[in-house]
């Protein structure tokens, strides 16, 4: 479930137009957020939503900047990663064996600060027993 209504997005795009794809790429985003905050401890929803009102607003504004990150890399599910060098007249495409250096990262640097102002980065797990 996305943190991020299509409607929440076209506010925070605006006047940019929302892509035809927006309900996935939230979708998308929402789920790159929850891998960054794996072992986060925060009350919620039975489903599984942010119950606090600040951590929802920055949950939906990390989730639009991400989603808008996806769509602006034009690569939403990754597998230009490894795109060593591309011609676009007569489609020549080579594909590097693994991915060197940094590369393009999969997450908006935006998003990064975003939870990191928020104190939501470094995630620091509670342990059980």
Same mark, same amino acid.
């Given at each position: ?25 939230? $979708?998308?985003?929402?789920? =790159? #957020?929850?891998?960054?905050? @794996?072992?986060?401890?925060? =009350?919620?929803?039975?489903? !599984? #939503?942010? #119950? $606090? ?17 996806? $769509? ?13 060098? @591309?011609?676009? !007249? ?11 250096? =940094? !590369? ?10 975003? #939870? ?12 059980? !027993?």
């Amino acid at each position: 479930m996305a943190y991020a209504t299509v409607e929440e997005f076209a506010e925070f795009l605006a006047p940019d137009p929302v892509p035809a794809n927006a309900a996935r790429l939230l $979708d998308r985003a929402s789920t =790159k #957020l929850d891998q960054l905050l @794996m072992g986060a401890v925060y =009350k919620t929803d039975d489903d !599984g #939503l942010p #119950l $606090d009102p600040a951590l929802v607003a920055v949950f939906r504004e990390a989730v639009c900047i991400q989603a808008q990150y996806i $769509d602006a890399l034009g690569d939403e599910t990754g597998a230009m990663a490894n795109v060593s060098q @591309m011609t676009l !007249g007569n489609q020549t495409l080579v594909r590097a064996l693994q991915v060197t250096g =940094k !590369g393009t990262p999969r997450v908006s640097p935006d998003l990064v600060d975003l #939870l990191r102002a928020n104190r939501l980065l470094p995630i620091r797990p509670y342990t059980w !027993g």
